[in-house]
């Protein structure tokens, strides 16, 4: 079950679910293996356990897991052991070794990664052909695929910069090797949403191609945010598979984090589906995406931004005098959805914008009784002066009871 207001609710009626998919979007997380390599973030094996416990509930059906060092191992022995519903997958390169690494580690599926890009190539190996290459990653899809019996995804590394004729024959190839899924990766986020963008980066033309000159089965985008379009270009790549392809994949992360700017956000991709969308295997999920924020904070020391969408402290806070005005009346005058959709919280805050009407609402809430005018007046000029004062920060709990105190209201 969604929230029973926004089924009732005209207002919300009239906004969500109005727009429906014929592909089935899939998402696959990222946030334990891209997420992670964001710079200064590290995770206990325990917390990447109790994440993914998480992810799985709120309905992501493939986790990406990193498993080279001695705690990504432990975390992946973990995660295993919990029978999630979602389908995990080891990272590799394109070498065998890292193959037989995921073998060893009881996964049944994995992703290769390799740049397709001649960018990449040049700076990585100046002595190669590009047919070399091609060769070498077909090799070790044979392997992963064929000789071992896993399921496979490809990851074309920078395919938003890539030659399409190189990157159409790269895809015949891995897929004619046993490779399920080919992943679009706009490694360095120059990829566009308008579905008249040409090839390289436009994404709707990629998701296209992919579909008419290949044979791949599936398709995936895993769009980084260097320009801040990586929600839009996700959603923009569900559209364009949209009556195309069965299914499509999302790889996301929570919050962002990842790889300099980071990558599209988990949370944001689902509630896009779901409200606008009307994907309703997300339904009844959505309340966990605070406390999973909150999780992959404390867990690993990044800071959300107070004003991060759907998560975020401030993300149902009003302060202004017009908008807490309208807030008390009706929440819907400022507020998307309940923020109890997503597990947060409305906040209403006093501050330098506050009016009467929060001022006496706060009373209220704090003492129980509704105040005479004369102190409601005195009150309001206190927090006025406060302000004039130079104060920049919220008022705290205490500091405003201690007004009240001093006004004799409590
Ligand atoms: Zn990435």
Redo the contacts with the bound molecule.
Sequence with gaps: MGLPELETNPIYRNIYFRMSLKVDPIIDDTTLR?GVQMPGLAVSPEDAAEIARLLDEIGVERIELHHYQKPDKDAVKLIQKMGLNARLAGWCRAVKEDIDDAIDCGFEEVGISHPVSYIHFRAKWPDKSPDDLLNRVVEVVEYAAKDHGLRVFVHGEDSTRADWDFEKRFINAVAEAGAECYRI?D?VGVGLSDPNAPLPNGIPAKIRAIKYETKIRDVEI?A?DDFGNSVENTIAAVRAANGIWDRIYLSTTFLGI??RAG?AETEKVIMNLYLHYGVKKFEGKTQKLTALAELISRATGYVIPPNKAIVGAYAFAHESGIHTHGVLNDPVTYEPYPPELVGNRRKLTIGKHSGKAIIRYKIIEVTGKEPDPDKLTEVVQEVKKLYEAGRKASLKEEEFKRILQNVGLL
Excluded: I, P, V, W
């Design positions: 891209d990766c490694t895993h980084h990842g790889e990558n």
